[in-house]
């Protein structure tokens, strides 16, 4: 059953490494990521996984030890999954040799951060294009791993809040990300599931899928949810919350 989640965005600029001088303008948002992790860490589960966009279609699967990198964005900096990098290979059909996307790869600097138990940390990346009914069994699944599952949820709203926005300005943006924060802030799940997956893609709002899979692993488990931290540095929707 699932106890506790933590929803993060996760721009490789949260790492301050990648973020180089331009750090200090995303301290509030990791401010807020380290009270939600901690609020996770406190839920003392039996497993954490976490969750977060990996390319287009399809999920992908990774092991606690897991690597991952951030050589893509000019820093020779690496990370790994879970507080050993021991794979644990419970987790179905993981392959302990594929690299972390960015997404896991910024889950798993954000845990190096926080004080977190011995309890074993997987990874699932998402495609964008997941049906959401998808994203719910999932979520499903992982709920019913574990008699106390916690995730740790990755994923930005939109990216087209500005005229200098990765996906330029686009009206409709603001909306969805209103919406978005609100179910997030709510633990409204079935807000989360009637989130329309072909404005998110056009949005380029690569939190949906891993929003939906926390709404369907959150299902019945009466969770009460807190927004920490919603604001569109970059002209890119970030939403911090808490669940538990």
Do not use: I
């Not at 973020?19 to 948002?29: F, I, K, Q, R, Y």
């Not at 989360?192 to 949906?208: I, M, S």
């Amino acid at each position: 059953m699932l106890v506790a989640a933590a929803v993060c965005p996760c721009p490789p600029l949260l790492v301050p490494e990648v973020a180089s001088g331009a750090a200090p303008e995303l301290d509030a948002v990791r401010t807020a990521c380290a009270d939600a992790l901690g609020v996770l860490a406190a839920s003392r589960p039996d497993l954490l996984v976490v969750v977060g966009p990996a390319g287009q279609d399809g999920t992908e699967t990774h092991p606690q030890g897991a690597t991952g990198s951030f050589k893509g964005f000019g820093v020779d900096f690496g990370v790994f999954l879970g507080t050993t990098q021991t794979p644990n290979e419970s987790f179905p059909g993981s392959a302990a040799e594929r690299e972390l996307p960015p997404s896991l790869a910024v889950g798993a600097w954000l845990l190096s951060r926080t004080q977190w138990a011995d309890a074993p940390v997987e990874g699932l990346g998402l495609g964008e294009r997941v049906a959401g009914a998808l994203c719910v069994q999932e979520g499903r699944k992982l709920a019913a791993r574990a008699e106390r599952v916690a995730l740790l949820v990755l994923g930005d709203g939109s990216a087209c809040r500005t005229l200098k926005a990765p996906g330029y300005l686009d009206e409709r943006a603001e909306g969805f990300d209103v919406a978005a924060a609100r179910a997030l802030g709510a633990a409204d799940t079935a807000a989360l599931t009637a989130l329309d997956e072909h404005l998110a893609y056009e949005l380029k709002a690569a939190g949906r899928a891993p929003w939906q899979v926390l709404a369907g692993a959150a299902e019945g488990a009466g969770l009460a949810g807190q927004l920490l931290y919603e604001d569109a540095p970059y002209g890119v929707g970030y939403f911090v919350a808490v669940w538990s």
